[in-house]
């Protein structure tokens, strides 16, 4: 099969799939409407589809002769974003948008099942389509727990993310981390609450917030490796109800993000300093870390076939193996934790289109004319895989 050939005669299809989970986002495991258009679609090309973790959907295609088994994964989910960009199939559902491109990869899957089944006698093997849902929010764990790598049980993971920091036509991909760890915590600190204006009959939770954000800073600077990326941001303080009450507690959130196997360690000296300077400041605390995902580590085999079938799709000089590994994570690592996998960016960053606008953002976009590319990525990594 000419790949390309067979991509250039869905990309409207293609184009009309994303536009439509654009103007309809849905949030994590909220995606009723979006899992049952997956599940149809994929049934109607003939495959064994099954629900899993409730707005999953996983489909399989069996080739005509025995083989590995391969996964191709993608994401569903939408973000709590108004969306500001104007377009025509901007979003219909207030307060929600594919901030991040998971409309795309939604599209992307489906269409790359169509031509894998339309072409299933040259498969050798098996290819699982996993649809998951609240990526934004550690879906992928639960789908693991309810039996998504079972039955069957893959031999290997590909996934990919649009990127709008990566040019349109461009793949980046490394071995090894590309992705960090992000676990998120949530901090309650115990003080007495009192009146402004007699500061010393109260333990103000405020004054001792202030501490912690400066030990913070002192951890980056002077503890941790700097050849070894850790992020620690604290994005959310809430605390008092007047500016005359020194308030009882203050709650404090954010994240720590490591690109390094080292996250244990970090989370532990963390806490120990916030215990620390709460006694200091005669305060209690309590400390709760929620795992957003775990470090996404590339298999070296993996990656290194997914740059050969980058260079194939979109030419070796259009694959970027530097700058390429962030601190931001995906919980793709659920899965390439667990069996050998590889995560890769598909540039779709155009300046002329306005679709360089960092994800998350109100005016996020993505190029269109990227998303060929990533149906052909997903087609040659499976046939690549299993043919070998």
Request: charged share 20%; glycine share 8%.
């Amino acid at each position: 099969m000419d790949v390309k050939v067979e991509v250039a005669k869905l990309k409207d299809e293609l184009i009309t799939l994303r536009r439509d989970f654009h103007r309809h986002p849905e949030l994590g495991f909220q995606e009723k409407r979006t899992s049952q258009i997956v599940e149809t679609y994929l049934k109607d090309l003939g495959l064994q589809v099954r629900r899993c973790a409730g707005t999953g959907v996983i489909g399989v295609l069996t080739g005509n002769r025995p083989g590995k088994t391969v996964m191709l994964r993608c994401d569903i989910d939408a973000l709590p974003v108004t969306e500001e960009t104007g377009l025509s199939f901007a979003s219909e559902n207030p307060g929600v948008m594919h901030a991040c491109g998971h409309d795309s990869h939604t599209a992307m899957l489906l269409v790359a099942a169509k031509i894998l089944a339309q072409h299933r006698d040259e498969v050798n093997g098996t290819i699982v389509f996993l649809f998951q849902p609240n990526e934004e929010d550690a879906g992928a764990e639960e789908m693991v727990k309810q039996g998504a790598l079972e039955n069957p049980r893959p031999d290997a993971v590909f996934g990919l993310h649009i990127w709008s920091p990566i040019a349109v036509g461009k793949i980046g991909i490394i071995p090894g981390p590309i992705m960090a760890s992000s676990y998120y915590f949530k901090i309650t600190i115990h003080g007495r609450g009192g009146h402004g204006g007699a500061p010393h009959t109260a333990i103000n939770p405020i004054v001792t917030a202030g501490h912690i954000l400066s030990a913070i800073d002192s951890l980056h600077a002077d503890e941790l490796n700097s050849l070894k990326p850790t992020v620690i941001s604290t994005c959310k303080i809430h605390s008092g109800v007047k500016e005359i009450i020194i308030p009882d507690e203050l709650t404090m959130e954010g994240s720590i993000r490591c690109l390094h196997d080292n996250d244990d360690a970090v989370r532990s000296r963390f806490s120990a300093l916030v215990e620390g300077i709460c006694q200091a400041y005669r305060c209690t605390c309590d400390i709760k870390y929620v795992c957003g995902n775990t470090l996404l580590n590339n298999d070296n085999a993996m990656a290194k076939m997914v740059a050969d079938t980058a260079a194939q799709v979109v030419g070796p000089e259009n694959v970027q193996t530097k700058d390429v590994a962030v601190m931001l994570g995906d919980d793709f690592a659920e899965f390439s934790r667990r069996i050998p996998g590889a995560y890769f960016f598909l540039g779709t960053g155009n300046p002329q289109k306005h679709t360089d606008v960092e994800h998350h953002n109100c005016h996020f976009n993505i190029d269109e004319d990227s998303m060929p590319i990533g149906v052909a990525m997903h087609v040659t990594n499976a046939l690549n895989y299993l043919n070998q």
